[in-house]
C-alpha cells in the first residue's frame, strides 16, 4: 500500500468575514479525496503562519494556506526560510487577493482547494526586501494607509473606486518623500509620494496598474514610483493614470529590474503584500527568480 501524501492546511479564521468555517469540511473533504493525510492548523496571531511553516514544512509534501494577502506573505516567508520548499496551495478568503487573481486561482474555496490539490505547480518570483520576503508587493506612501482608513462601508458600496476617492480626497496635504533610486545602472532623486515594487497583474484590486506585459516567473519586477503633484494638473495627470486614462505621464515613474535599492532621507513605513513591513532609510529588494512553487489550476497558460 503507497503512504499517503502529507499535506499541512494552514488557514486564517478570521479572513473574509470569517467564511471558511461554513466551507471547511468540503475544503478538507476534497483534500482527503486527492489522497492527503491533512493536518489542519488555524493561526492564532500574527506571524503564526511563519512559524508553523518554518518549524515544520519539512514534514510535509504540501502546504496549502487560506486567507488574505497577509497570510499568503506569512506562509511564503516561512517558506522561505526552509532548505527545501515543497508546493504551495492558495486558498484566497479576504477582500482583495490580488495574487489569487494573478494566478488565475479561483474565488470559490472549494474550487481553489480543488486546483491546490489537482492542479500544476508554478515556479513563482519573490521578493526579498533587505531581511524579508514579499510576495507580490512591497509599497510605501499614499495608497498604502488608504486601505486601513477607508471604511468598510465605503469599500463595499463602492468597491476598489473607495480606494481612489480616498487617496485624492487627502493628496493636498499627503507626506512626500525626498528619495535616490538605483536600479541598472540608473540613478534617480526625486520626491516620491508613493511606490510600489511588484510581480502581479493586479494591485489594490486595480489591474493593470503594474504596467503591461506582467509576467510572474520573469526574474523582474515592475516599479512604479508617482512624483508629488505641485497643482491641480498635475494631481489630474496622476489620478487619470491610476485609473488607466492615460498611458504616458511624467508624474510617474515606471520600469522593470531585477533588483532596486531605495534610500530615503528619512525612516519611512513601508507595507509587504498590504501588511505592516516596518521603517526603513533604505531598502534593497532583489527579484528570487522562480523560488517558490505555487499550484495553480490545469487550465491556466
Not at 55 to 65: L, R, S, T
Not at 201 to 207: D, E, H, L, N, R
Amino acid at each position: 500500500m503507497d503512504k499517503k501524501k502529507k499535506l499541512l492546511f494552514v488557514f486564517n479564521p478570521y479572513s473574509g468575514k470569517a467564511q471558511i468555517k461554513n466551507q471547511l469540511l468540503d475544503i478538507v473533504d476534497s483534500m482527503v479525496k486527492a489522497d492527503f493525510e491533512v493536518t489542519i492548523y488555524p493561526t492564532q496571531a500574527p506571524s503564526d503562519a511563519v512559524r508553523k511553516v518554518e518549524a515544520e514544512a519539512a514534514g510535509y509534501d504540501m502546504i496549502v494556506c487560506s486567507g488574505g494577502d497577509g497570510t499568503l506573505d506569512e506562509v511564503v516567508t516561512g517558506l522561505m526560510h526552509c532548505e527545501h520548499r515543497i508546493p504551495l496551495g492558495y486558498i484566497p478568503a479576504g477582500s482583495t487577493n490580488d495574487f489569487a487573481v494573478s494566478l488565475g486561482i479561483p474565488k470559490d474555496a472549494v474550487a481553489a482547494a480543488l486546483s491546490a490539490v489537482n492542479g500544476r505547480p508554478f515556479a513563482c518570483d519573490i521578493g526579498a526586501f533587505n531581511d524579508d520576503f514579499f510576495v507580490y508587493v512591497a509599497a510605501f506612501g499614499l495608497f498604502t494607509a488608504v486601505s486601513y482608513k477607508t471604511s468598510q462601508e465605503w469599500k463595499n458600496v463602492l468597491g476598489h473606486a473607495a480606494y481612489i476617492l480616498e487617496g485624492a480626497k487627502c493628496l493636498h496635504d499627503i507626506p512626500s518623500y525626498l528619495m535616490q533610486v538605483e536600479y541598472n545602472n540608473v540613478r534617480l532623486q526625486d520626491e516620491f509620494i508613493y511606490g510600489m515594487v511588484s510581480n502581479s497583474t493586479s494591485v489594490g484590486g486595480f489591474k493593470g496598474m503594474t504596467g503591461k506585459d506582467v509576467l510572474l516567473d520573469d526574474g523582474v519586477f515592475e516599479v512604479t514610483l508617482i512624483k508629488k503633484p505641485r497643482n491641480p494638473i498635475e494631481l489630474n495627470e496622476i489620478i487619470a493614470s491610476l485609473i488607466n486614462l492615460v498611458d504616458d505621464t511624467d508624474m510617474v515613474y515606471s520600469f522593470k529590474t531585477d533588483a532596486v535599492r531605495i534610500t530615503a532621507r528619512n525612516t519611512i513605513p513601508w507595507t509587504l503584500d498590504g501588511e505592516f513591513g516596518g521603517e526603513h532609510q533604505e531598502v534593497i529588494i532583489r527579484n528570487l527568480c522562480r523560488a517558490v512553487e505555487i499550484m495553480v489550476p490545469e487550465t491556466m497558460a
